[in-house]
């Protein structure tokens, strides 16, 4: 069974920085894409940046130029660095894999982890 367990959220003044991590654990043949997304009450998740193999990485623009992804594919791990941080980036924050289990069966499946908050606030 595959989890992924987030964290590095909490209570940051405006113009500050966090950094989120987010580690698999499980039996995990490959992760093709590793992203993050944010949610508030009462509205629509939201893709927040996203790292495909093969692909470049990409970015909501509300976020350009502040915040970065990165992953470390031999630990199953990826961070969301996030600068110059403003009250509308408060939101419940999220990491979201899709991988292949097994090297025989070329299948992809998705997983969520749990979410950890993030609020910016003075």
């Known amino acids: 069974q595959v989890q992924l367990v987030e964290s590095g959220g909490g209570l940051v003044q405006p113009g500050g920085s966090l950094r989120l991590s987010c580690a698999a654990s499980?039996?995990?043949?490959?992760?093709?894409?590793m992203a993050w997304y944010r949610q508030t009450p009462g509205k629509q998740r939201e893709l927040v940046a996203t790292?495909?193999?093969?692909?470049?990485?990409n970015y909501a623009e509300s976020v350009k130029g502040r915040f970065t992804i990165s992953r470390d594919n031999a630990k199953n791990t990826v961070h969301l660095q996030m600068n110059s941080l403003k009250p509308e980036d408060t939101a419940n924050y999220y990491c979201?894999?899709?991988?292949?289990?097994?090297?025989?069966?070329?299948?992809?499946?998705?997983?969520w982890g749990q979410g950890t908050q993030v609020t910016v606030s003075s």
């Open positions: 979201y894999f899709i991988v292949q289990l097994t090297p025989t069966k070329n299948y992809r499946y998705q997983y």
């Open positions: 499980g039996s995990i043949f490959s992760v093709y894409t």
């Open positions: 790292d495909t193999t093969g692909e470049r990485t």
